[in-house]
């Protein structure tokens, strides 16, 4: 296994499922990011962790949970999602905040709300 | 907020051709890098500039930062089919520890 690994890589869920997806990277990264990927719209940063510790929250709605057990996994916890949630989201890792460099991403998640 | 404003918003190309996209900003950037993302998978770094004026190259991919450090260009010569995709500009708006913006990416489509 190499760089940043996303599962489940398509989601389909009702308004009232919760559902989890998972990020795990084995680049010996200390930071990892969530972001979300709307059409035409930028790459809109959720949360990011460093050190598993959550360093930011970019006013994302509480159905949307994160969590970092530690440096190498990451999961976003699904819960009483909107149709507008639909979307692909993208995880990335890199060494740490200001490191550019090797900063990586996932192949994503397509997400559907229904 | 800060925002990353990516022109063109598409191109359709004949194979062969050069493409050359830019990236612009009213906030000084100190650190531009330029991404692709092929379709159904996550954008994947191509150049990353971090000096005002300095010209970059990765094979076909050229990249430059703006010596006002408000702008960015990427140009790709003797495009291919593979060129396909999205280009996106990113940076962390000045003073951000980390935290990267994205532009809104260019189109690419390459004829055969």
């Known amino acids: 296994e190499t760089g940043v690994t996303q599962t489940p890589r398509h989601l389909v869920m009702g308004m009232t499922n919760k559902k989890s997806l998972k990020c795990e990277q084995h680049l010996g990264h200390n930071a990892m990011y969530w972001y979300k990927q709307s059409a035409k719209k930028p790459l809109e940063l959720m949360f990011v962790?460093?050190?598993?510790?959550?360093?930011e929250n970019n006013s994302v709605p509480s159905r949307f949970s994160p969590e970092c057990p530690n440096s190498s996994h990451l999961f976003l916890h699904l819960h009483t999602l909107q149709p507008e949630d639909s979307a692909l989201y993208l995880c990335a890792s890199s060494q740490g905040p200001g490191q550019f460099y090797g900063y990586t991403f996932g192949s994503g998640t397509r997400l559907t709300v229904v | 907020g800060q925002q990353l404003n990516q022109s063109p918003q598409s191109m359709f190309i004949q194979e062969g051709e050069d493409v050359s996209m830019n990236c612009t900003s009213s906030s000084i950037f100190n650190t531009w890098l330029w991404y692709k993302q092929d379709p159904g998978e996550g954008p994947v770094l191509l150049i990353a500039l971090y000096k005002a004026g300095e010209l970059t190259s990765n094979g076909r991919l050229t990249a430059q930062f703006g010596i006002t450090r408000k702008d960015s260009f990427l140009n790709i010569s003797a495009s291919i089919p593979s060129d396909v995709g999205i280009y996106f500009c990113a940076g962390p708006p000045g003073g951000s520890q980390g935290n990267l913006i994205f532009g809104k990416g260019t189109k690419l489509s390459v004829k055969p």
């Open positions: 962790y460093n050190f598993k510790e959550q360093t």
